[in-house]
């Protein structure tokens, strides 16, 4: 599934930008380790990419995190939920399916996020942050480090 919506209320982005946020979800909801050099064409030289683990600033660094993304997981995919937009900015809402290649790999894991990216004057991405919250979305699936997050959790929680 795959939607993008633009928010009517707020100033329409330009035909670039749209083009170029067109281009960033079919990258994402096509993305393999065949099409990583394609990052090179859709982040700029000097694009910043911030998620829980990782805090880079070019788009080989980029490259290096969805490497290692297809080296621990099997079957990694992104389903885009929606994209809302305004100018140069967008925000998209996704899920990344995968299984463990280590751990549980025949329960089909996912993650449910957000991304924030800003593009250029050339169309290109320069800001992308996501997003997610690791502890639930991640730690608490394995099962030692789990019980003692949820353990954590309940005791924090007002009841």
């Given at each position: 599934m795959m939607t993008f919506t633009m928010n009517t209320a707020?100033?329409?982005?330009?035909?670039q930008h749209n083009s170029a946020q067109q281009r960033l979800l079919d990258f994402y909801t096509t993305i393999s380790p065949n099409s990583l050099n394609r990052i090179f064409e859709i982040y700029a030289a000097e694009a910043r990419f911030k998620d829980p683990f990782n805090d880079v600033k070019n788009p080989a660094q980029i490259r290096k995190i969805f490497e290692h993304m297809f080296?621990?997981?099997?079957?990694?995919?992104?389903?885009?939920?929606?994209?809302?937009?305004?100018?140069?900015?967008?925000?998209?809402?996704?899920?990344l399916t995968f299984y463990f290649k280590s751990t549980q790999p025949d329960t089909r894991q996912t993650i449910h996020g957000g991304s924030h990216v800003i593009f250029n004057e050339e169309g290109m991405v320069s800001y992308h942050r996501d997003y997610w919250d690791a502890a639930e979305e991640l730690y608490e699936?394995?099962?030692l480090l789990g019980s003692l997050l949820r353990w954590i959790k309940r005791r924090l929680c007002v009841h």
């Open positions: 707020m100033t329409s982005p330009s035909t080296e621990s997981l099997n079957k990694p995919q992104f389903t885009i939920l929606q994209c809302i937009a305004q100018d140069n900015h967008c925000f998209i809402l996704w899920d699936k394995f099962p």
